[in-house]
């Protein structure tokens, strides 16, 4: 006989998956649905409605494509780039590395705009970078850099940006539903997320929108689009009026996108900002009150991911897994440069309460002094 899946039940305080919201969960062993029955279609376009709301737009392809964040950003640059063409990436962390290979892998020219991890990339720098390319097709950055905790302002890049032709693309990964990413008001182009950070669903869904002057490049392409998982030209045609298949909706993702997006919307994007700014600060505080050192100054911190850097001398693989035995709380370690150096702790959607704030500063207390 073999034992029945019971895993563990931990917190999961990392820098995602976080824990999944009970009435997601609930939503998630509902009925399955056919992908063209009309019950399924009409979730969809509660969806696309619902997603507008937390994204803060109203542009009309805003739609969740099959896969994690990485299918997101996939998407955007696949549909948006064209062998030959040249975009400008912000590498500030392990994620705008990731951009720029993915932008290559289109056969994109790429000119990287670096910074320090643990630092925002400086309008001027962008500038800069858009004299001297003023070719450039997009410009992406990272809004919430996951790798270091750093939120990237928007506002004078967007500026910038749109002083040229050239779109803006930014990864909202761990933004969305955490801290306001109000695209149209700073005019994104095109934004990709997961379902795994704040919106406290599990992964397997990424978020897409984009602005009108976005499907227009894409109308006007050239070549083809080189993957066709991931080609929006056929995709729009499943969310939008024809409903023709392309592939089979994950339908129970579907579901527990839905319900994610309702509580957001029905506790107030306002709201939820505010929460995570609430309990991201204590933490934050209590982490400094701690003795312990932030990565990232305060002007520039995220509520919902904070990078701690590991004190001198202390074991950083021991400590976490000391936290994942005793407390069942999971916290990050550090990512590429930062290996070794931080520990990223989430506060991410549901996890965002004061409950989790005491759990983790005790925990950390008693493991640590
Ligand atoms: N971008 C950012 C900022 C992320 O934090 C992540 C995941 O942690 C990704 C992209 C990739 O998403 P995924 O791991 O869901 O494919």
Not at 12 to 41: C, I, K, Y
Not at 108 to 126: C, D, F, L, N
Not at 236 to 255: D, F, K, L, N, Q
């Amino acid at each position: 006989m073999v034992a029945e899946l019971l895993p563990p039940e931990r917190v999961l305080m990392g820098p995602g998956p976080s824990n999944v919201h009970p009435h997601v969960l609930r939503a998630m062993s509902t009925p399955l649905l056919g992908h063209l029955d009309p019950a399924f279609l009409t979730i969809m376009n509660e969806t696309m409605d619902l997603l507008r709301k937390v994204y803060q737009t109203e542009n009309k392809l805003t739609i969740a494509m099959s896969g994690t964040g990485s299918a997101g950003m996939e998407t955007v640059f696949v549909n948006l780039v064209e062998p030959g063409d040249k975009v400008i990436v912000g590498v500030n962390g392990l994620f705008g590395t990731r951009m720029v290979d993915v932008a290559e892998r289109c056969g994109a020219t790429v000119v990287q705009i670096s910074a320090p991890w643990g630092e925002i990339i400086e309008p001027q720098k962008v500038k800069e970078a858009l004299d001297s390319h003023p070719d450039a097709k997009l410009v992406a950055v990272v809004h919430a850099e996951t790798s270091t905790g750093v939120r990237q302002p928007l506002e004078k890049i967007s500026e910038i940006v749109h002083n040229t032709d050239a779109l803006l693309v930014c990864d909202m990964v761990t933004s969305l539903g955490g801290c306001p990413t109000e695209i149209d008001k700073l005019k994104i182009d095109a934004a990709y997320s997961g379902t795994q950070k704040c919106l406290s669903a599990p992964p397997g869904l990424a978020p897409v929108t984009m602005s009108d002057r976005a499907v227009e490049v894409m109308n006007n392409r050239k070549s083809k689009v080189q993957s066709w998982y991931l080609d929006l030209s056929m995709i729009v045609s499943y969310w939008g009026e024809e409903r023709s298949y392309h592939h089979t909706a994950p339908i129970t993702m579907a579901y527990s996108l839905r319900e994610s997006l309702r509580l957001i919307v029905n506790e107030g994007v306002e709201n939820v900002y505010a929460r995570h700014a609430l309990y991201g600060e204590a933490l934050q505080q209590g982490l400094e009150a701690m003795g312990l050192k932030l990565l990232v100054n305060k002007e520039h911190r995220l509520h919902q991911l904070t990078s701690v850097c590991i004190p001198e001398g202390v074991n950083d693989a021991k400590v976490r897994s000391r936290l994942l035995e005793k407390y069942d709380l999971e916290i990050g370690g550090g990512l590429g440069e930062l290996k070794g150096k931080v520990w990223r702790i989430g506060l991410m959607g549901y996890n965002a309460r004061q409950q989790n704030v005491t759990l983790m500063l005790s925990a950390l207390e008693d493991i640590l002094l």
